[in-house]
């Protein structure tokens, strides 16, 4: 079985879409699949690193000179399929699992047109299938991409959702029951197995002794940063020495919030920090300072502010691995996963009072604290991305043997070598 994992943004660039495919890749490469990526060029300037999966990567269309920017858009998709129909014809493919379903699945979907004689599955990934009308958030608000992301997966043989979430916005979206399959996100578990050998408080100038909660996200309002400064600040006077780390790319936009807060003293901004993965040879000796984030601070919070702001996070799924106390908004992708009063602590969305006092609650108990992080490494065991690569086998094997998906749809995580380099 040939199966390429098609996506249009790839590593370097960090997002949870693109760790998502590179640890998928692993996994599946070490259950001997016969796997590869296929996505963009790696940015100039980027050097390429060394995975145990083929990554074969091909230009980015450039930008067209056409004034009308539908026809420009239209043109650039079918120069991307271009690109996956020639991989294709030189590499071979029984399986297209296109990660997100536009434009991957769209351009996808264009290939197959010209060059059939692979099966298409479409896992979605939250904003291009997550909507929220009053935020504005979500591919399907535009009515071009709606149509796009209709047409890509009516063509595709199986869609998987990884959250409950994303599965009823599929369904709503007119996916039959028998294409729908229910598999979870991952956890890089072995990236968390040993300490880091770094201390990030020197590296990053953070005062020996200070509390710190964590947040690891690219800037976005609905990721709901913002609101844990907001807790952050009501709790100065309960809590002083309670600092704050957030790591992701954009997130200077909160620079102004934070000063206006006077807690410039107290949050600390790392900007996005190098990615590091178990499924990554070249990074075996690399410091992994995300990683160390998560062992070095005491509560990880996330607070994503609307229903479909998340898919299912890896960053949540990552907290759980390394142990760490957790709080978490109650919204779809989070509720799959955290169980109240168990595995983390599930607190009311855009609310800062509540996750103030979530937080408060956890400093002063560390009974409480070593409950949730022992129950959360055991949920992180049940879905390491191994578990879930022989999860997604089973989809790409009966989408093989059937031409579709079968009854069997509701399955779903919630219990029990050689080198290539990147052409």
Known sequence: MKVVLYSHLFLPKIGGREIAVNNLA??????????????????????????PFPVHRYPR??????????????????????????????????IIHAHSSFPGASIAARSLSVLPGARLVVTPHGIDINTDVEAGYGMRLNETLA??????????????AISDGVRENLRRAGVPQ????????????????????????????????????????????????????????????????????????????????????????????????PFKSSAVESSADAIDLIAAFYQ?????VAASKAEGAEGLSLAVLD???????????AISGNRDVVVDGVNGLLVAPGDASAIADAIARLLRDPVLCAALAAQGQRRADELSWRSVAKA?????????????????????????????RER
């Open 296 to 300: 070095q601070c005491d509560l990880y």
């Open 319 to 329: 907290s759980f691995a390394a142990g760490i106390p957790l709080i978490a908004t």
């Open 61 to 94: 269309a450039g930008r067209s000179r056409l004034q009308n920017q539908d026809r420009s858009a239209l043109l650039q998709e079918w120069q991307m399929a271009a690109a996956l129909t020639y991989d294709r014809l030189r590499w071979g493919a029984d």
């Open 392 to 420: 997604y086998v089973k989809v790409y094997e009966a989408v093989l043997r059937k031409g579709e998906g079968v009854g069997s749809s509701d399955w779903s995580l919630r219990g029990p070598t050689g080198e290539n």
């Open 26 to 51: 692993g996994a599946l490469f070490d259950i001997g699949i016969d796997v590869r990526v296929v996505g963009p060029r790696v940015v100039r300037g980027k050097a390429a690193v060394t995975r």
């Open 147 to 160: 149509r796009k992301i209709d047409r890509s997966l009516k063509t595709a043989a199986a869609v998987t």
């Open 178 to 273: 028998e294409k729908l399959w229910r598999v979870d996100n991952g956890i890089d578990v072995d990236r968390f197995r040993d300490p880091v050998p770094v201390n990030v408080r020197k590296v990053f100038g953070i005062p020996d002794g200070m509390k710190l909660l964590l947040s690891v996200g690219n800037y976005h309002p609905l990721k709901g940063q913002g609101v844990i400064i907001e807790a952050l600040k009501s709790l100065g006077d309960r809590i002083p020495d309670l600092g704050l780390v957030i790591i992701g790319r954009g997130t200077e936009a909160l620079r102004d919030q934070i000063d206006k807060a006077g807690l410039s003293q107290r949050v600390f901004l790392t900007g996005e920090l």
